[in-house]
């Protein structure tokens, strides 16, 4: 084992000679002499880190091929995200939005691709098959400045937390949204309910799809949702491509105080740091994700066309008065929207499984199994699968504003799970090999963790400010 210092999840376990373990053993334990001991024993890394492949070593329960990953990686970003992009624009004007979204998102999928690498090299570095979020930020760590390296576990604790917090504020966020939309059908055609009833309704059907245990199994539920949002989205295009206005009369730009919460929309939608991640580690070919034409970077440029595009024609076709999902714009007195909002919630309903996979794994496989005996393992996780939607439904039910709630999950979280995390790995991963000509590496960091942090604070700022005016009218 590497250190102490680590976590003793069972599959964390670097695989080097155990004279070279016990001497890191004693040296991590004292920060200063780690950086020293990483040196006399470079060469040696150097050439193990060749022989190891740590793809090959993986083994996946139920691996994934490429195609299904590829599905899943649209599915997870097709959500709701999207139908707040023309609200999004409205914060931002359309000139500014349309540049923002592409360099937004790509500076986010970038970054992605740089956490990445830095796992991969760390896996060969250390000779250790998998590597999940927290336990490369604590390995990336005791690499790093010997005094960063006392940080390294709450550092992991710290990707944890975020990682559980936005999937599960995604979870909140898609149970809000399928109550919404089933309480306009059930207004027209039954008679008039509190959404949160509806909400409460949800319970038991979600309950059903989040006791599926394995990604894998949860490809049926993505090609479905995905065929369903596609044609929802033609649906929508239909209505936005009609009686298109001057773009004159729309606003190229918006003041800048409302641009956080643009930017908190387009992380939000882009963005699914803890799946990402996940797809990786279920594939059978994993090797293939990455690089410019791998299966991350063909799912993505899809998605950031379509959402550049998607959030563009929505607010030069309603403007100002875009709503916060864009569903809400069409007539819904026509059979053809209503048809759309049925899709599109059966749609969200089928990834909430998704969503909230990478909640319980963390909670279930890294923090719970391993302090359980055996035999009471699988009664048990069902009861914190159901746990856990009974607590995104009550979380839905206390805070209903899709668009605020959504924005702010995006600024709080993604910032720090999509560019501050990722800039303090790769800074402390490159630490000791040096940061290359012109340091190029330490300012691509430093960019990172500056991005997150201004778009993360003012983002935060600007939703909670917004949530709490909501709130306050509403005394």
């Known amino acids: 084992m590497l250190s102490k210092k680590l976590s003793n999840r069972r599959h964390l376990s670097i695989q080097i000679p155990e004279e070279f373990g016990k001497s890191l053993l004693n040296q991590t334990v004292r920060p200063q002499g780690f950086s020293s001991f990483k040196r006399n024993i470079g060469y040696y890394i150097s050439i193990i880190t060749l022989a190891f492949h740590p793809h090959i070593h993986r083994n996946a329960e139920h691996p994934m091929t490429d195609f299904e990953t590829f599905l899943n990686l ?22 500014v939005g349309l540049i923002s979204t592409i360099v937004i998102s790509s500076f986010v999928v970038y970054a992605m691709h740089v956490l990445l690498n830095d796992i991969n090299d760390l896996c060969k570095r250390y000779r250790i098959a998998l590597l999940n979020y927290s336990e490369t ?99 929508v295009l239909s209505y936005m491509l009609g009686n298109l206005p001057s773009l004159q009369q729309r606003h190229a730009s918006q003041s800048l105080t409302q641009y956080p919460l643009f930017f908190g ?27 410019p034409f791998g299966v991350l970077n063909r799912a993505m440029i899809l998605v950031i066309i379509f959402y550049t595009l998607f959030g563009f024609m929505g607010y030069w076709r309603y403007g100002d008065n875009t709503a916060s999902s864009i569903l809400n714009n069409l007539p819904l007195n026509e059979r053809l929207p209503q048809c759309a909002i049925v ?133």
């Open 343 to 475: 899709m599109f919630a059966l749609g969200i309903f089928f990834s909430y499984a998704l969503q909230g996979y990478v909640t319980m794994d963390i909670i279930w496989r890294y923090y719970m199994e391993p302090q359980l005996k055996e035999n009471a393992t699988r009664s048990l996780e069902y009861l914190v699968r159901i746990a856990l939607v009974v607590a995104s439904v009550l979380v839905a039910i206390g805070y209903p504003d899709f668009g605020l709630l959504l924005a702010f999950v995006g600024s709080f979280c993604l910032a720090q799970l999509g560019l501050i995390y990722p800039g303090i790995v790769h800074l402390c991963v490159r630490y000791e090999e040096g940061y290359g000509i012109c340091k190029f590496k330490l300012f691509r960091s430093l960019l990172f963790i500056i991005v997150g942090l201004f778009g993360g604070i003012a983002g935060s700022i600007a939703s909670v400010k917004a949530l709490t005016e909501q709130y306050a009218s509403l005394m």
């Open 74 to 95: 649209i599915k997870c970003a097709l959500g709701t995200g999207c139908l707040a992009m023309p609200r999004a624009y409205c914060n931002a004007g359309w000139l």
């Open 137 to 235: 930020m604590q390995l990336a760590v005791l690499c790093g400045p010997y005094w960063m390296q006392p940080m390294s576990r709450p550092f992991g604790y710290m990707v944890d937390l975020f990682l559980c917090v936005y999937h599960f504020g995604v979870d909140c966020v898609y149970v809000v949204f399928i109550a919404k939309n089933l309480k306009h059908l059930g207004d027209m055609y039954f008679i008039s309910l509190d959404i949160r009833l509806y909400m409460a309704l949800l319970t038991l059907p979600l309950i059903l799809t989040f006791l599926i245990r394995d990604l894998k199994y949860l490809v049926p539920f993505a090609i479905i949702s995905n065929i369903l949002i596609i044609v929802c989205f033609g649906i």
């Open 265 to 291: 929309t387009v992380l939000f939608a882009i963005e699914s740091v803890g799946v990402i991640l996940a797809l990786q580690r279920n594939m059978i070919t994993p090797q293939n994700y990455l690089g």
